[in-house]
């Protein structure tokens, strides 16, 4: 069965920095997708970061330069540090994980980030 649990999210000033961690069980980093997406109040989820087991990255347009994913597969864990942390930035963080070999997606619960000072 599939795991995935966030953690690093809280409150962080304008221009500040956080690091998300998701440690993942039950899956084959080699043979995934993963993900970070967020959703803000009242907006629909959006695609934050993804990253291959070949290590390559996509990134929205508006963390881009920002924002970095990457994994430790000796601790099944991905991450996404995130500087120069905006009020927009605010919100819901989500580790996806999809798999190459089919039509299978799990999430995680989610950790608030909330950016203010």
């Known amino acids: 069965q599939v795991q995935l649990v966030e953690s690093g999210g809280g409150l962080v000033q304008p221009g500040g920095s956080l690091r998300l961690s998701c440690a993942a069980s039950?899956?084959?980093?080699?043979?995934?997708?993963m993900g970070w997406y967020r959703q803000a109040p009242g907006k629909e989820r959006e695609l934050v970061a993804t990253?291959?087991?070949?290590?390559?990255?996509t990134y929205s347009g508006s963390v881009k330069g920002r924002f970095t994913i990457s994994t430790d597969n000796t601790k099944n864990t991905v991450y996404l540090q995130m500087n120069s942390l905006k009020p927009e930035d605010t919100a819901v963080y989500y580790c996806?994980?999809?798999?190459?070999?089919?039509?299978?997606?799990?999430w995680g619960q989610g950790t608030q980030v909330t950016v203010s000072s």
């Open positions: 039950g899956i084959n980093f080699k043979l995934s997708i």
């Open positions: 990253i291959t087991s070949g290590g390559g990255t």
């Open positions: 996806n994980h999809k798999s190459i070999l089919g039509p299978y997606e799990s």
